[in-house]
């Protein structure tokens, strides 16, 4: 068991303390590359042996530090890591908590993953690059297996094995949040009973609420953490949420699951960020054939109107909790489209380990996908688009803030502009997918461009004037995206021979 606090590392915390961590405008400049530690990569010189998807497959914080190359080539400038303190220690019919959100010691760190040296080593190295670290925290609840294997168990709670809340006292009564029927029982009603049971913690309490807060400080202070992700936003008290994130210090991304961007954005001021759960399914369902591509277009408005600032939320296609994309629809282009969408649209990118190489399966271990033609087209996509994002933050000040503008919209096309007038970056997708000869056509598109400026399509460097009318012909071809930006403000990104 590797504690997170140490006896001398008071010091060390004060003094962290005093550094400026990155501020929520800071963030909304960055791209996040979010990983499961135990399945993202193993160190260097473990064995390559096979592994059980319920069980730990031997992913570590030394791992990612070995693989921080590839994803900073990928133009990834965060990166998100699974939690981090100890879980469960046992195999229960639902696997072993190698996803860490399972937590049983709030004050020590989980064993498989490393040492307090090698998170520490991570969050140096990170820093190192110039990129940042956010670690996912769950703080709505602990955890506790109730059907040890062999064992035969009822849902009684050995509460002093929890650490710190060693009592009954700290916890909400059983309830099941399936059966919650308002806002304040799916507050306090548990997320499991069995076969981990989740016992609620009640952080509406003020002894619960300040030991979070004084064990977040410390977290954040002893492994120079720059954001966190709040795992079940939505099952917590708002108030306690604010007094977290001024706590913490950091940036705070919540978790609210939830495809009404009304209920989403209450969680607004509580937190610094949201996890764009309102456009997660209006992604799904635009990029697929014969897909609902305007509603896509209205849920981003919705978003921006119902959200305080819609530039602190995070899009993604993939997580952890959600169906892989290419296991909804499984065709390279949809899935290049959704991908580009994820990264170009408003709001802070997010995407999750493997998305580059279109992995199907949720969890399965990175280092045991295969490579093919079209997985290595999805990478140089990712990377191309990533850097092509930090290269217009760079020359453009008003880029972040700057609302994406609709060209043109169809059931089937969304060509957008993002940027300050002359410097803007314009997408275009598509939904007709590879399988078809409907994925080769083309669209005119007006104000795209002033007449006579030379543009570059990034995605294949292919260069073009636009006429009259701002005019440039977009030709999609086999259903992929494309996107457009200034010849003149290309020198020095790296891209196309500049």
């Not at 730990?56 to 998100?80: E, H, N, P, R, S």
């Not at 548990?190 to 309490?205: C, H, I, N």
């Not at 000869?437 to 007006?446: A, C, K, L, P, R």
Request: net charge negative.
């Amino acid at each position: 068991m590797v504690r997170l606090i140490y006896t001398g590392g008071l010091l060390t915390t004060i003094a962290s303390l005093a550094l400026a961590a990155p501020s929520t405008d800071d963030w909304a400049q960055r791209s996040i590359y979010q990983v499961l530690t135990d399945r993202f990569a193993r160190p260097n010189n473990a064995p390559d042996t096979s592994c059980d998807p319920t069980k730990y497959c031997g992913g570590t914080w030394a791992g990612i530090i070995d693989k921080l190359d590839y994803i900073q080539d990928l133009g990834f400038t965060a990166v998100q890591i699974s939690p981090v303190v100890e879980n469960i220690p046992e195999t229960t019919s639902a696997g072993e908590a190698w996803h860490g959100h399972w937590p049983q010691d709030m004050y020590a760190l989980n064993a498989h993953f490393g040492t307090a040296e090698d998170l520490q080593a991570l969050a140096d190295e990170l820093h190192r690059r110039d990129m940042y670290l956010m670690v996912e925290v769950v703080l709505n609840n602990m955890a506790q297996a109730v059907d040890i294997e062999n064992t035969t168990t009822s849902l009684v709670i050995d509460y002093s094995r929890l650490h710190p809340f060693n009592e009954e006292g700290y916890y909400h009564p059983y309830c099941n949040v399936s059966e919650a029927g308002d806002a304040a029982t799916f507050q306090s009603c548990w997320l499991s009973s069995e076969p981990v049971a989740l016992p609620d913690l009640k952080t509406e309490d003020a002894r619960v609420s300040t030991m979070l807060q004084t064990w977040v400080q410390e977290l954040v202070s002893n492994y120079s953490i720059d954001g966190l992700r709040v795992a079940a936003t939505n099952h917590m008290d708002p108030e306690f949420l604010s007094g977290f994130t001024r706590a913490a210090g950091v940036f705070t991304l919540g978790e609210v699951d939830s495809v009404d961007a009304t209920t989403m954005c209450q969680y607004d001021e509580a937190v610094s960020g949201l996890v764009n759960y309102a456009v997660y399914k209006p992604i799904t369902m635009a990029f697929a054939p014969a897909g609902d591509m305007p509603g896509l277009v209205n849920s981003l408005q919705t978003a921006i109107e119902k959200c305080d600032n819609y530039t602190h939320l995070a899009t993604f296609a993939e997580n952890h909790d959600v169906p892989r994309f290419v296991s909804i629809q499984n065709d390279t282009a949809l899935a290049q489209n959704a991908l580009a969408f994820t990264l170009l649209t408003d709001g802070i990118p997010m995407v999750y380990q493997g998305q580059e190489h279109n992995q199907a399966t949720p969890n399965s271990p990175l280092w045991s996908l295969p490579t093919d033609n079209s997985t290595t087209a999805t990478t140089t996509l990712t990377k191309t688009l990533n850097h092509l994002r930090s290269h217009a933050l760079l020359i453009d000040q008003g880029y972040p803030t700057n609302h994406s503008e609709t060209l043109y919209l169809d059931g089937s096309t969304y060509i957008t502009r993002k940027g300050t007038e002359g410097m803007q970056i314009v997408s275009a997708f598509s939904n007709r997918g590879s399988t078809t000869t409907s994925g080769n056509y083309q669209v005119n598109v007006t104000r795209m461009y002033h007449p006579g400026t030379e543009v570059m399509e990034m995605l294949g460097c292919e260069r073009h004037v636009s006429a009259t009318g701002g005019v440039i012909p977009v030709d999609f071809v086999g259903g992929a995206p494309k996107v457009f930006y200034p010849v003149k403000y290309l020198n020095g990104s790296g891209l196309c021979g500049f």
